[in-house]
């Protein structure tokens, strides 16, 4: 079992920055991956970015140029560093883990960007 603790959303204006934080801690297996999730109201849940432990990425093309994931695996830590918000990235970001059969997801954090 694999306990995630999301941090870091907030209300922010179009074309502002923020930086969401996971720490994951538990049953933590060597090869893993940890990810971003969004979902809107009304939208179903989509990937936003995804880091593997060897430092492998992959982006939403929504938001590739303009968010950036990075891990501390001594800290087991992901972040997402997210910048030019635009209002259609308003929505509650979830932190996925996963390794082989085992996933686990945060609890979401709000990212509300105002016009």
């Known amino acids: 079992q694999v306990q995630l603790v999301e941090s870091g959303g907030g209300l922010v204006q179009a074309g502002g920055t923020l930086r969401l934080s996971c720490a994951a801690s538990?049953?933590?297996?060597?090869?893993?991956?940890l990810g971003w999730y969004r979902q809107a109201p009304g939208k179903q849940r989509e990937l936003v970015a995804i880091?593997?432990?060897?430092?492998?990425?992959n982006y939403a093309g929504s938001v590739k140029g303009r968010f950036t994931i990075s891990r501390d695996n001594a800290k087991n830590t992901v972040y997402l560093q997210m910048n030019s918000l635009k209002p259609e990235d308003t929505a509650v970001y979830y932190c996925?883990?996963?390794?082989?059969?085992?996933?686990?997801w945060g609890q979401g954090t709000q990212v509300t960007v105002s016009s």
């Open positions: 880091i593997s432990s060897g430092g492998s990425t």
């Open positions: 996925r883990y996963s390794s082989g059969p085992f996933t686990s």
């Open positions: 538990g049953s933590i297996f060597s090869s893993n991956a």
